[in-house]
């Protein structure tokens, strides 16, 4: 069934009668007539009776006028839609990040973005699972670490950053600048629990240097581990510029030595339309981190 049968459908069902039907499709009168053969071949049962020279819709062929006007009302509405997406009028972009210090260094972010285009709806999905999410198009960018074991997906890297000690403004090592893996070996950590990247990447880390992570606390929200250390009940291992979202509080970041290094990728699939909303937020988040290298 194809979207021109039944719009010449649609005509004759407006005339009811094949020559007028005909000349305002500018049409010759035999192939309407032949297009709707062929689709009353495909449905199966008559559209339209032919009484002498009167056409009148068959109850089948009053079943589909009203279907194929709400599949070209849709079609209509989609064309709007892309329209204001062209002209950033209207949108959505749905983003997946990593959980719990993305999220929290994205907020200046999507406000300059709203103001921009504030009718484009935006929204920040923390996930650990962000390559599954792009490839089951559950969001239409990533902003994860990258994957190459799939060759359905784009990935575009962005921005690498290293990891600082955090801890207390009273701890012994607030007034140092720098410290060594081994200086780790008997300060309490919190930190997220195993399966967050952050911690997996640490631990990996911790193996390279013969250092082993145990710590004395875990959770999966960073504004939690920054509480535990402003109370003093240990030091977190987390990315350096996160201190930026935490600065009222009563804590220093200290820069470490061969800290462990993360690579931040842009991942979409090859095969999916984005939008130009969705492209200009992904120039922006860009710039953004580029602005704060």
Same mark, same amino acid.
């Given at each position: ?38 689709? +009353?071949?495909?449905? %199966? &049962?008559? =559209?339209? !009776? ?7 819709? *068959?109850?089948?062929? /009053? ?74 198009? +559950?969001?239409?960018? %990533? &902003?994860? =670490?990258? !994957? ?7 990935? *575009?890297?962005?921005? /690498? ?133």
């Amino acid at each position: 069934m194809e979207i021109r049968q039944l719009h010449y459908f649609l005509m004759l069902c407006r005339e009811l009668h094949f020559s007028e039907a005909a000349y305002k499709l500018g049409i010759s009168q035999p192939t309407l007539s032949q297009q709707i053969r062929v689709l +009353e071949d495909e449905v %199966g &049962v008559p =559209l339209f !009776d032919r009484i002498g020279k009167k056409t009148v819709k *068959t109850e089948a062929g /009053t079943v589909l006028e009203r279907y194929a006007l709400e599949m070209f009302q849709q079609l209509d509405h989609a064309k709007e839609a892309i329209a204001d997406l062209r002209d950033y009028h209207a949108g959505n972009v749905r983003v997946a990040v990593l959980p719990s210090d993305l999220d929290y260094r994205l907020t200046p972010l999507l406000v300059d973005f709203h103001k921009a285009f504030p009718n484009t709806n935006v929204q920040v999905i923390p996930s650990i699972d962000i390559i599954d999410k792009v490839l089951n198009n +559950e969001v239409d960018i %990533g &902003v994860g =670490l990258a !994957d190459h074991s799939d060759t359905r997906l784009h990935q *575009t890297p962005f921005y /690498t950053e290293t990891y600082s000690l955090y801890v207390h403004s009273d701890h012994e090592f607030a007034r140092k600048t720098l410290i060594s893996p081994q200086d780790l070996r008997h300060i309490p950590l919190v930190m997220y629990p195993k399966g967050f990247y952050g911690r997996d990447l640490i631990e990996m880390w911790g193996k390279e240097h013969d250092l082993s992570i145990k710590p004395i606390m875990e959770t999966g929200s960073a504004t939690s581990l920054f509480q535990l250390v402003n109370e003093g009940i240990g030091a977190t291992i987390q990315p350096s510029q996160l201190i930026d979202s935490f600065q009222a509080l009563d804590i220093r970041a200290v820069e470490i030595k061969d800290s462990p290094i993360r690579d931040l990728n842009i991942i979409y699939r090859k095969d999916k339309y984005l939008s130009l909303a969705t492209q200009t937020f992904m120039n922006r988040l860009e710039d953004f981190f580029r602005r704060r290298a």
